[in-house]
């Protein structure tokens, strides 16, 4: 790394007041938005809530996240129907989600989301429009709940959002990690401290890695500059669409230093995401996954999706629906504590 790339990001780390490994991939930070009945989706800002530290109120209380990751498939047809009953989907879900992690969010999918009235009323969004995506034709999308991260209820595990940004790395297909950062109350620290100072720092990553055994594969060097940007925060999680197609893929978690979920908790299980319903051309696989460093998962499971075939007649408003599922991957919904330290 040149010195002119160091010294770039060790401003924006200080301008952004967020840690940031020293990397030739360069963050660009942008910002999170809600929705404004007159002026429709604007920033949002969270530094509004940092006079307000998050703080648990039972010190024994261990805060907990709830995280879905999805590929919600950006060729199928039916795009909006599907869009539609995803978030349906995962707005009945037990115990609520309240961080999702999109990708292939086409651009229809992402105006279908923006439009919808429980999007616009329970979430912030990474995106207002597709600005930030660059030449991709789909990208990812992050979505936080509201009523964790926009509140200032003084609930034994509220929690406060941190800046955002992508960070553009080596990709036949111009893909980037979608990155933030959000603060929880830490149980071992006193009350007495100032705004986010007597929280911890937990460093969030939604991921849709290279596609397809294409050689030289850069998946190996995707993997190691997420995991370096999860070490500088100390404490993180990324989830997506690995797209492990290569006899190399297998290792690529472990030997980064992260966690994989799913064979932590569920060694004896495939857990396939992908291939199941024996309509792809290729071999199942478990393409979507959760890794984690110095956090504590103790819940995963895939979550099979839906058909738009299986609809009752009621929610076919416009008109005979295709034979399509909702994706052609299936959702993983990971539940997580951050230790004491």
Same mark, same amino acid.
């Not at 115990?95 to 912030?124: C, H, M, N, Y």
């Not at 800046?163 to 933030?180: E, G, M, N, Q, T």
């Not at 999680?237 to 980064?256: H, K, M, Q, Y």
């Given at each position: 790394?040149?010195?002119?790339?160091?010294?770039?990001?060790?401003?924006?780390?200080?301008?952004?007041?967020?840690?940031?490994? #020293?990397?030739?991939?360069?963050?660009?930070?942008?910002?999170?938005?809600?929705?404004?009945?007159?002026?429709?989706?604007?920033? =949002?800002?969270?530094?509004?809530?940092?006079?307000?530290?998050?703080? #648990?109120?039972?010190?024994?209380? /261990?805060?907990?996240?709830?995280?879905?990751?999805?590929?919600?498939?950006?060729?199928?047809?039916?795009?909006?129907?599907?869009?539609?009953?995803? /978030?349906?989907?995962?707005?009945?879900?037990?115990?609520?989600? $309240?961080?999702?992690?999109?990708?292939?969010?086409?651009?229809?999918? &992402?105006?279908?989301?923006?439009?919808?009235?429980?999007?616009?009323?329970? =979430?912030?969004?990474?995106?207002?429009?597709?600005?930030?995506?660059?030449?991709?034709?789909?990208?990812?999308?992050?979505? +936080?709940?509201?009523?964790?991260?926009?509140?200032?209820?003084?609930?034994?595990?509220?929690?406060?959002?941190?800046?955002?940004?992508?960070?553009?790395?080596?990709?036949?297909?111009?893909?980037?990690?979608?990155?933030?950062?959000?603060?929880?109350?830490?149980?071992?620290?006193?009350? *007495?401290?100032?705004?986010?100072?007597?929280?911890?720092?937990?460093?969030?990553?939604?991921?849709?890695?290279?596609? &397809?055994?294409?050689?030289?594969?850069?998946?190996?060097?995707?993997?190691? /500059?997420?995991?370096?940007? &999860?070490?500088?925060?100390?404490?993180?999680?990324?989830?997506?669409?690995?797209?492990? +197609?290569?006899?190399?893929?297998?290792?690529?978690?472990?030997?980064?230093?992260?966690?994989?979920?799913?064979? *932590?908790?569920?060694?004896?299980?495939?857990?396939?995401?992908?291939?199941?319903?024996?309509?792809?051309?290729?071999?199942?696989?478990?393409?979507?996954?959760?890794?984690?460093?110095?956090?504590?998962?103790?819940?995963?499971?895939?979550?099979?999706?839906?058909? &738009?075939?299986?609809?009752?007649?009621?929610?076919?408003?416009?008109?005979?629906? $295709? %034979?399509?599922?909702?994706? %052609?991957?299936?959702?993983?919904?990971? #539940?997580?504590?951050?230790?004491?330290?």
């Amino acid at each position: 790394m040149n010195f002119f790339a160091r010294a770039r990001t060790g401003f924006m780390s200080w301008m952004h007041e967020t840690p940031l490994p #020293s990397t030739e991939a360069y963050p660009k930070f942008q910002s999170w938005h809600h929705f404004d009945p007159v002026q429709q989706w604007v920033s =949002w800002d969270p530094t509004r809530l940092n006079n307000t530290t998050p703080r #648990s109120t039972n010190t024994e209380n /261990i805060p907990k996240l709830v995280l879905l990751t999805w590929n919600i498939d950006a060729t199928s047809s039916q795009t909006q129907a599907r869009v539609t009953e995803i /978030i349906t989907f995962i707005t009945d879900l037990d115990p609520k989600v $309240e961080v999702i992690f999109l990708q292939e969010v086409s651009k229809t999918a &992402l105006q279908q989301l923006l439009g919808d009235a429980r999007i616009r009323g329970s =979430w912030l969004s990474s995106e207002c429009d597709d600005t930030a995506w660059g030449k991709q034709s789909f990208a990812t999308v992050t979505l +936080v709940s509201k009523a964790r991260f926009a509140s200032n209820a003084e609930s034994g595990e509220n929690a406060i959002l941190g800046p955002i940004w992508r960070v553009k790395y080596p990709s036949h297909f111009d893909r980037d990690a979608l990155c933030c950062d959000i603060f929880v109350p830490s149980p071992t620290k006193p009350e *007495s401290e100032s705004k986010l100072s007597s929280a911890t720092r937990i460093r969030l990553i939604n991921v849709h890695l290279d596609s &397809l055994p294409i050689q030289p594969s850069h998946r190996p060097r995707q993997i190691s /500059i997420i995991s370096s940007f &999860l070490r500088a925060a100390g404490y993180g999680i990324v989830a997506g669409d690995f797209n492990p +197609v290569l006899d190399e893929d297998a290792t690529l978690i472990e030997n980064s230093g992260l966690t994989d979920v799913w064979t *932590s908790l569920r060694s004896e299980e495939l857990g396939y995401t992908w291939g199941v319903d024996g309509e792809q051309p290729f071999p199942p696989n478990r393409l979507d996954k959760v890794a984690v460093l110095g956090l504590t998962p103790y819940s995963i499971q895939t979550l099979q999706p839906g058909r &738009l075939s299986n609809l009752d007649s009621k929610s076919q408003q416009a008109g005979p629906s $295709e %034979d399509v599922p909702w994706s %052609d991957h299936h959702a993983l919904l990971c #539940s997580l504590s951050l230790p004491a330290k």
